[in-house]
């Protein structure tokens, strides 16, 4: 079974290629963000995403009548499903695909994501991750940021030449908060905000970091495994700290953090020693 999905993925990231669009690997899918948004898988027709659901054991999808005869679930392993629609979604449309499973310790859980289909992307491999260890370090980093807040000792500010944001989008306002490391585990948080009153808040649905001090794409970098906790503070000021474990020789990472649409954030973090 494993065999015959890697064979089916990786026909199916050529068929991407051939199609004009990227074929992406690795993707993080926010769940849990501060108003619980379902995440957004890019899929296409005859081509297989493979979705791991990290705190899950046996998921199971339920297909409603609007997914019956439109998109195709199968199993894999013990967390991970195969997703493939029959046809391509129509530009803005949005099927949400719930998917139940049980935590190791036997609670039943449901995660929904929305499907979605791009002419210039597609989903090849994706996670879905659950509650990370850490996460009350990471609290703890949103928490010491916050005006007036308790400021607890681990809130280390980051020095501008250590970190740089890119592709900064013209109604947001975004930057590296802190960067953490404990050993090889990195926390880094981000804090997002509005630039006018009246912009549209940002709304986290994806992200990816990838051990590399360069922000050209490459497609032979895999992009680290990311546990996200995020929180907001009166309405518009948004952090979000993405743990995870680092290569031994890593110098610096990318960040990239995209929303539901064409707003995407990039970030370049100098690893501090």
């Known amino acids: 079974m494993r065999l015959w999905v890697l064979l089916l993925c990786l026909a199916a990231g ?5 199609a004009g669009r990227e074929s992406r690997w690795g993707t993080v899918l926010v769940t849990g ?84 289909t791009r002419k210039d992307v597609v989903d090849a491999e994706a996670r879905v991750p659950g509650p990370g260890a850490g996460s009350e370090v990471a609290q703890m980093l949103q928490e010491s940021h916050i005006a007036g807040g308790s400021h607890p000792s681990l809130g280390l500010r ?6 740089r944001a890119s592709a900064q989008e013209s109604d947001t306002l975004a930057s590296m908060e802190s960067v953490l490391l404990l050993g090889h585990r990195l926390f ?8 006018n009153p009246g912009a549209r808040p940002w709304r ?17 970098v895999e992009a680290l495994s990311l546990h996200v906790t995020s929180s907001m503070h009166k309405r518009s ?14 110098e610096c990472v990318t960040l990239t953090l995209e929303e539901d649409g064409p707003r995407t954030l990039h970030f370049l973090v100098r690893l501090p020693r």
């Not at 980051?158 to 970190?163: G, I, L, N």
């Not at 880094?188 to 630039?195: C, E, F, G, L």
Request: proline share 8%.
């Open 33 to 116: 963000g501060p108003e619980e948004t379902p995440p957004v898988l890019y899929v296409a027709a005859r081509t297989a995403t493979l979705v791991d659901f990290e705190e899950l054991v046996e998921p199971r999808a339920e297909l409603s009548e609007a997914l019956r005869g439109r998109v195709e679930v199968l199993p894999f392993g013990e967390s991970g499903l195969v997703i493939s629609p029959t046809r391509n979604l129509e530009e803005g449309e949005r099927l949400l695909l719930p998917v139940t499973g049980r935590t190791r310790e036997g609670r039943t859980v449901t995660r929904t994501v929305a499907l979605a």
């Open 14 to 18: 050529a068929r991407a290629e051939a």
């Open 158 to 163: 980051v020095r501008p030449e250590e970190t």
């Open 188 to 195: 880094a948080t981000v804090a997002i905000r509005p630039k």
């Open 237 to 250: 000021l948004r952090f979000h700290t993405f743990a995870a474990w680092l290569p031994v020789d890593a």
């Open 204 to 220: 986290l649905g994806r992200a990816r970091m990838e051990p590399r001090c360069i922000e050209d794409h490459q497609t032979n």
